[in-house]
């Protein structure tokens, strides 16, 4: 049994200006110790979903519609608040994307450190500040014990989303959810993060799932891949067949759109034309049809299938069969 | 730290020189002295030569200034004018700790009221409980002191007799005295004050818990009062307490007023009695004093600042 399931989770935020489809019946597995990347655009849901995962979705104005999340056997989105309370930070935890600002700017690292250890696993000061102290020593922090005694404001980024991974840590979860957790950084501190995060869930056994715009961070480091645009899952598979055979149009688009070291020089990077599709006005059909350059008209009028290959490798769409690259 | 207290104490010396300066040039400013007026009745116009001559006002302006300045510097604020010539400095400690005892006593109410309800307003953003206490806080902005004063008089003393109408009771009388009667200043001066608390108590919780570090607050699992007291609103309390200092001027200008609606002889009182009888000395003096408490309190909240955000050092 997979250690995460969502299926058709559904989530509608309730606004003046109308009902905006977050996230459209989304399905995904992660299995225990798995690294699962969400990759999509800004605005493709892949945060919110899962911000409805761990519950921190405020209802109102969030709606979830309809679907199932299952954690451990636990079904999460009926469990009660103060159950679900007791799993965060503790079974799951998250690690944000913006270091800069997710650290309590007036609170010791220490404190920020220990808190969730101390209340959930109901550690005293002394033991909680010597986990704390190691904990740093696995993020690769010199110096752990003054770092502990400092505030956010001594620390650079990096520094700081390291500090994030020793909080998430903290109490020994089975899977944190890492939203855009390198974006805000420089490349070179990105790469050594991501490192650090594979290496770590890796080494403890936790599941971790990428939520990221970055398909290089897929290639690089995700075990599977989900792609989703305006809150579909479009397709997904193993990091690797997505990355070599993308079967959806738009997965062949983001991978066109970013260079890469893979392919012959002079070939141009190719953006994807026009803009995603406002989810507070979805048209019927697949709402990738009006930037598809496989577009059919069936496209506009059908909800596309979902394709499934041999190799658990599956893509939504009309054109899927044609598109993909038979061996990679 | 040190060396930025001394340059904060220099500065603060400063400030009240030229508080002091000001109010010496501007009372001389306005035609006429007051001991023309004092010996009218008696006819005698050598009456009035004689006492500009015995309190040196027939001095050149520039050297009663310098005279001033000196005496002050060494702690003297010169006597009264009238009566018995009673000295400023005692003037003003008889009074002063009445305008104290009002003015924290005003604070700690407003602060006890105005906290709470702020933080209910931010939590339970445009229910009738946010609207009730935003009502109440715009009433308690628009309403005057001293006729809210009248208001309280009329109430709770004419009309229910819990409270004594006017007037004062050292704490040596026991608390319940002092209290009895100060209550009531306090709640008039301080109602302003409270309002204006409130307000920004609500706005500022509300921009922090947008923010990201009290999600990640809760998806640490955290209770629901952890996230918000110890996450939330200490960083909120940083814009309060600026507005606080700001605000505290309300406190001392309401307790000028109100003290003479309350016949209450305290420093305010003082005042406006020295202003209507030119009664030089003892304005410069209280003045001085309010000044220096302005810059006093200034300092305090510039420390409370330290002390709440890790990111403010002085040196």
Redesign the interface.
Same mark, same amino acid.
């Given at each position: 049994m997979a250690l995460l399931s969502v299926r058709g989770l559904e989530l509608h935020f309730v606004t003046p200006a109308g009902r905006v489809r977050a996230v459209n019946g989304i399905s995904y597995t992660v299995e225990a110790g798995e690294l699962v990347a969400i990759v999509g655009e800004s605005g493709s849901g892949k945060t919110v979903q899962a911000q409805a995962v *761990?519950g =921190?979705v405020a209802q109102p104005p969030g709606e979830i519609v309809g679907g199932a999340v299952e954690f451990d056997g636990v079904e999460l989105l009926s469990l009660p608040e103060e159950r679900m &309370? !007791? =799993? &965060?930070? &503790?079974r799951i #935890?998250?690690v944000?994307q $913006?270091p800069m !600002?997710? *650290?309590?700017?007036? =609170? #010791?690292i220490g404190r920020q450190l220990t $808190?969730?250890m101390r =209340? /959930?696993l109901q550690l005293t000061r002394a033991v909680a500040d010597e986990r704390a102290v190691s904990l740093l020593g696995m993020v690769g922090i010199a110096d752990p014990e003054r770092r502990l005694r400092q505030?956010p /404001?001594h620390l650079s980024g990096g520094m700081r989303q390291r500090v994030?991974i020793a909080?998430a840590i903290a109490c020994d979860p089975l899977l944190i959810v890492a939203d855009e957790p390198t974006t805000a950084l420089d490349v070179t501190i990105q790469a050594q993060i991501l490192a650090l995060m594979q290496d770590l869930t890796r080494r403890l056994g936790v599941a971790l799932v990428i939520i990221t715009h970055d398909l290089g961070v897929v290639a690089r480091y995700a075990d599977r891949v989900n792609v989703m645009y305006a809150g579909r899952i479009v397709e997904h598979g193993a990091a690797r067949d997505v990355y070599r055979r993308p079967a959806h149009p738009y997965t062949i688009g983001l991978l066109n759109s970013v260079p890469r070291l893979d392919r012959p020089r002079g070939v141009r990077i190719e953006p994807i034309p026009g803009s995603p599709p406002d989810p507070a006005h979805l048209q019927p059909g697949c709402a990738f049809a009006p930037r598809c350059p496989y577009v059919v008209d069936r496209c506009r009028r059908e909800e596309p299938p979902t394709v499934t290959f041999d190799d658990r490798h599956v893509a939504t769409c009309w054109q899927t069969a044609a598109l993909r690259p038979e061996s990679g | 730290m040190s060396k930025y207290l001394l340059r904060r104490t220099l500065g603060a010396m400063v400030v009240m020189w030229a508080v002091a300066t000001l109010v010496f040039f501007m009372l001389r400013a306005v035609p006429g002295d007051p001991f023309t007026a004092m010996v009218f009745d008696t006819g005698d116009p050598t009456a009035a030569e004689e006492m500009r001559r015995a309190f040196g006002f027939d001095q050149p302006v520039y050297v009663q200034y310098f005279k001033y300045l000196v005496q002050a510097v060494q702690g003297n604020l010169g006597t009264s004018i009238y009566g018995s010539r009673v000295p400023v400095a005692t003037i003003i400690a008889e009074s002063f700790p009445r305008t104290l005892s009002i003015t924290v006593l005003a604070f700690l109410i407003a602060v006890t009221i105005a906290i709470p309800a702020g933080l209910i307003s931010a939590l339970y953003k445009y229910s009738a409980l946010d609207h009730g206490v935003t009502i109440v806080a715009f009433l308690g902005l628009s309403m005057p002191d001293f006729w809210l004063a009248i208001l309280l008089i009329i109430a709770f003393a004419a009309g229910l007799g819990w409270l004594p109408a006017i007037g004062y009771a050292p704490l040596s009388e026991g608390f319940g005295a002092w209290l009895s009667h100060l209550i009531m200043p306090a709640i008039a001066i301080g109602t302003p004050f409270a309002a204006i608390i409130a307000r920004m108590v609500r706005s500022s919780m509300l921009e922090v818990l947008r923010t990201e570090y009290v999600q990640v607050a809760s998806s640490k699992g955290l209770l629901r009062w952890q996230v918000l007291l110890q996450h939330a609103f200490p960083n909120a309390l940083i814009p309060v307490i600026t507005v606080m200092g700001i605000a505290l001027a309300l406190l001392m200008a309401g307790a000028v007023v109100v003290e003479n609606v309350f016949a209450i002889k305290g420093l305010g009182r003082v005042l406006i009695q020295g202003i209507l009888n030119r009664d030089y000395p003892v304005v410069q003096g209280a003045i001085l004093i309010v000044s220096g408490i302005f810059v006093l309190s200034n300092l305090i909240v510039d420390m409370l600042y330290a002390a709440i955000d890790p990111r403010i050092r002085y040196e």
């Amino acid at each position: 049994m997979a250690l995460l399931s969502v299926r058709g989770l559904e989530l509608h935020f309730v606004t003046p200006a109308g009902r905006v489809r977050a996230v459209n019946g989304i399905s995904y597995t992660v299995e225990a110790g798995e690294l699962v990347a969400i990759v999509g655009e800004s605005g493709s849901g892949k945060t919110v979903q899962a911000q409805a995962v *761990l519950g =921190l979705v405020a209802q109102p104005p969030g709606e979830i519609v309809g679907g199932a999340v299952e954690f451990d056997g636990v079904e999460l989105l009926s469990l009660p608040e103060e159950r679900m &309370r !007791t =799993l &965060r930070g &503790r079974r799951i #935890s998250m690690v944000f994307q $913006e270091p800069m !600002t997710s *650290l309590n700017p007036v =609170l #010791s690292i220490g404190r920020q450190l220990t $808190e969730a250890m101390r =209340l /959930h696993l109901q550690l005293t000061r002394a033991v909680a500040d010597e986990r704390a102290v190691s904990l740093l020593g696995m993020v690769g922090i010199a110096d752990p014990e003054r770092r502990l005694r400092q505030y956010p /404001h001594h620390l650079s980024g990096g520094m700081r989303q390291r500090v994030m991974i020793a909080i998430a840590i903290a109490c020994d979860p089975l899977l944190i959810v890492a939203d855009e957790p390198t974006t805000a950084l420089d490349v070179t501190i990105q790469a050594q993060i991501l490192a650090l995060m594979q290496d770590l869930t890796r080494r403890l056994g936790v599941a971790l799932v990428i939520i990221t715009h970055d398909l290089g961070v897929v290639a690089r480091y995700a075990d599977r891949v989900n792609v989703m645009y305006a809150g579909r899952i479009v397709e997904h598979g193993a990091a690797r067949d997505v990355y070599r055979r993308p079967a959806h149009p738009y997965t062949i688009g983001l991978l066109n759109s970013v260079p890469r070291l893979d392919r012959p020089r002079g070939v141009r990077i190719e953006p994807i034309p026009g803009s995603p599709p406002d989810p507070a006005h979805l048209q019927p059909g697949c709402a990738f049809a009006p930037r598809c350059p496989y577009v059919v008209d069936r496209c506009r009028r059908e909800e596309p299938p979902t394709v499934t290959f041999d190799d658990r490798h599956v893509a939504t769409c009309w054109q899927t069969a044609a598109l993909r690259p038979e061996s990679g | 730290m040190s060396k930025y207290l001394l340059r904060r104490t220099l500065g603060a010396m400063v400030v009240m020189w030229a508080v002091a300066t000001l109010v010496f040039f501007m009372l001389r400013a306005v035609p006429g002295d007051p001991f023309t007026a004092m010996v009218f009745d008696t006819g005698d116009p050598t009456a009035a030569e004689e006492m500009r001559r015995a309190f040196g006002f027939d001095q050149p302006v520039y050297v009663q200034y310098f005279k001033y300045l000196v005496q002050a510097v060494q702690g003297n604020l010169g006597t009264s004018i009238y009566g018995s010539r009673v000295p400023v400095a005692t003037i003003i400690a008889e009074s002063f700790p009445r305008t104290l005892s009002i003015t924290v006593l005003a604070f700690l109410i407003a602060v006890t009221i105005a906290i709470p309800a702020g933080l209910i307003s931010a939590l339970y953003k445009y229910s009738a409980l946010d609207h009730g206490v935003t009502i109440v806080a715009f009433l308690g902005l628009s309403m005057p002191d001293f006729w809210l004063a009248i208001l309280l008089i009329i109430a709770f003393a004419a009309g229910l007799g819990w409270l004594p109408a006017i007037g004062y009771a050292p704490l040596s009388e026991g608390f319940g005295a002092w209290l009895s009667h100060l209550i009531m200043p306090a709640i008039a001066i301080g109602t302003p004050f409270a309002a204006i608390i409130a307000r920004m108590v609500r706005s500022s919780m509300l921009e922090v818990l947008r923010t990201e570090y009290v999600q990640v607050a809760s998806s640490k699992g955290l209770l629901r009062w952890q996230v918000l007291l110890q996450h939330a609103f200490p960083n909120a309390l940083i814009p309060v307490i600026t507005v606080m200092g700001i605000a505290l001027a309300l406190l001392m200008a309401g307790a000028v007023v109100v003290e003479n609606v309350f016949a209450i002889k305290g420093l305010g009182r003082v005042l406006i009695q020295g202003i209507l009888n030119r009664d030089y000395p003892v304005v410069q003096g209280a003045i001085l004093i309010v000044s220096g408490i302005f810059v006093l309190s200034n300092l305090i909240v510039d420390m409370l600042y330290a002390a709440i955000d890790p990111r403010i050092r002085y040196e």
